[in-house]
T-cell receptor, first 113, second 118 residues
Framework: GDSVTQMEGPVTLSEEAFLTINCTYT??????LFWYVQYPGEGLQLLLK?????DKGSNKGFEATYRKETTSFHLEKGSVQVSDSAVYFC????????????FGTGTRLQVTL | GAVVSQHPSWVICKSGTSVKIECRSL??????MFWYRQFPKQSLMLMAT?????????EQGVEKDKFLINHASLTLSTLTVTSAHPEDSSFYIC??????????????FGSGTRLTVV
């Protein structure tokens, strides 16, 4: 079955540091890949997505590239802010309205001044 | 954009009582909604897939008689935790995908419901 593996956290960075959160997946075919962010006490928000190999998703300074050859979708940001402190989830899904999301375990990011 | 409203955002109930959580798609119709449970500092566990007009599909290990799901309209799915016990305390989140969006456009999540059973 499908699975998503994320680097374990928590990740603690100083403001303006470079961020990488690794994500690899196992799936048949060509799934769509997502990064979701969860702020404390809230639901999940879609951060970015990529639907095919070599696609780059980007939003709010975050980027991730769909790498079919390495089955990866690593999340990066060049300069993090305190407001980026949250839990980040990598996920995949196959096409189809009823297709469920498979999540990684989540990575907590803490950014300090 | 697509908005999913979840209510209540938090609830405290006594052991043995039942609690209903609502999930509404506000500006789109959702034939399928998903219910997740999240334990502290852990990932989301898919509990069930809610299908409009038909029975929900439960994941392995989820008690269908404990967690009743009703998807009576294209904009509303409800999760009822029956005879709640302290071990049911958790964060419950629903999600839906706008029609035509499918997985390619991502899923919209509700803001979650914090259930505490005392």
């Amino acid at each position: 079955g499908d699975s998503v593996t994320q680097m374990e956290g928590p990740v603690t960075l100083s403001e303006e540091a470079f961020l990488t959160i690794n994500c690899t997946y196992t799936a048949t075919g060509y799934p769509s890949l997502f990064w979701y962010v969860q702020y404390p006490g809230e639901g999940l928000q879609l951060l970015l997505k990529a639907t095919k190999a070599d696609d780059k998703g980007s939003n709010k300074g975050f980027e991730a590239t769909y790498r079919k050859e390495t089955t990866s979708f690593h999340l990066e940001k060049g300069s993090v802010q305190v407001s980026d402190s949250a839990v980040y989830f990598c996920a995949l899904s196959h096409t189809g309205t009823a297709s469920k999301l498979t999540f990684g375990t989540g990575t907590r990011l803490q950014v300090t001044l | 954009g697509a908005v999913v409203s979840q209510h209540p955002s938090w609830v405290i109930c006594k052991s043995g009582t039942s609690v209903k959580i609502e999930c509404r798609s506000l500006d789109f119709q959702a034939t399928t909604m998903f219910w997740y449970r999240q334990f502290p500092k852990q990932s989301l566990m898919l509990m069930a897939t809610s299908n409009e007009g038909s029975k929900a599909t439960y994941e392995q290990g989820v008690e269908k008689d404990k967690f009743l799901i009703n998807h009576a309209s294209l904009t509303l799915s409800t999760l009822t935790v029956t005879s709640a016990h302290p071990e049911d305390s958790s964060f419950y989140i629903c999600s839906a995908s706008p029609p035509g969006g499918r997985a390619n456009y991502g899923y919209t999540f509700g803001s979650g419901t914090r259930l505490t059973v005392v």
